[in-house]
């Protein structure tokens, strides 16, 4: 899976140097569902190019290509710096002070782990723990 990585996120920067992998998904063996934004955001003709750019992967599995949403992904260590300061969730793949799901604001972040804060409570997530995680989709007042 990480060589395939490699090869969509290199055909995504020579179609634009701004167009990033969020995250790639398999959710079954002949699916592929990756997650692609920039700034400024992706609409469904950027869908629609990066489709076209990996038309060749059509031979082994069915592209599901879409924008990262308002509860975005956060997969690497640049996405969790990116985002300090805002509310997240985090789940573990084994239990952290007793707990594998965490949720509250991104208050540090650096290559090796985050630090979530939730009240008065600080944890920090080694990245290697996280199993998944995303942006808490902030309510905007009516």
Do not use: W
């Amino acid at each position: 899976m990480d060589d395939l990585e490699k090869t969509i996120e290199t055909r995504l920067a020579e179609l634009d140097p701004e167009l990033e992998l969020v995250m790639l998904e398999r959710p079954a063996a002949e699916r592929l569902r990756l997650y692609v934004d920039r700034p400024g955001g992706v609409d469904l003709e950027t869908c629609e190019q990066v489709s076209a750019a990996l038309r060749d992967l059509l031979d082994s599995y069915s592209l599901e290509v879409s924008s990262p949403g308002l509860d975005r992904p956060l997969t690497k260590p640049e996405h969790f710096k990116r985002f300090l300061g805002h509310r997240v969730r985090v789940r573990t793949r084994e239990p952290i002070a007793g707990q594998r799901n965490f949720s509250g604001e991104l208050v540090a972040a650096d290559e090796s782990q985050v630090s979530l804060r939730s009240d008065a409570d600080e944890q920090a997530i080694p990245l290697t723990a996280i199993h998944r995680s995303n942006l808490i989709p902030q309510e905007v007042a009516p």
